[in-house]
Nanobody, 124 residues
Framework: QVQLVESEGGLVQAGGSLRLSCAAS????????MGWFRRAPGKDREFVAA????????FYADSVKGRFTISRDNAKNTVYLQMNSLKPEDTGVYFC?????????????????WGQGTQVTVSS
């Protein structure tokens, strides 16, 4: 069982930056693939980024590639999402998720555990 708690999001102007973190409980954090998803108003949850167990492999949605960076610190049981050059279309509730199996997948159903979500609002 893994419990995930995201840091507080926030309001940022377009072009600005924000870093989200997600703290995981449990002693087996390093055995989970970690992902970030978001849900914009009126839209379904969409994949943002994923990172492998050791952090050596990452996978990004095309919409955030080159702007967002996912990373993890297994000693701190924490995964991060650094968001730069933010756009109004990045607005939404951001969720971290943990996947017990291998594979950097973009499908929400592939992830076993979810955080409660944190609001990110980008103003134009």
């Amino acid at each position: 069982q893994v419990q995930l708690v995201e840091s507080e999001g926030g309001l940022v102007q377009a072009g600005g930056s924000l870093r989200l973190s997600c703290a995981a409980s449990g002693r087996t954090f390093s055995s989970y693939v970690m992902g970030w998803f978001r849900r914009a108003p009126g839209k379904d949850r969409e994949f943002v980024a994923a990172i492998s167990w050791g952090g050596g492999s990452t996978f990004y949605a095309d919409s955030v590639k080159g702007r967002f960076t996912i990373s993890r610190d297994n000693a701190k049981n924490t995964v991060y999402l650094q968001m730069n050059s933010l756009k109004p279309e990045d607005t939404g509730v951001y969720f971290c998720a943990a996947r017990a199996s291998q594979g950097l997948l973009s499908t929400p159903s592939a992830y076993n555990y979810w955080g409660q979500g944190t609001q990110v609002t980008v103003s134009s």
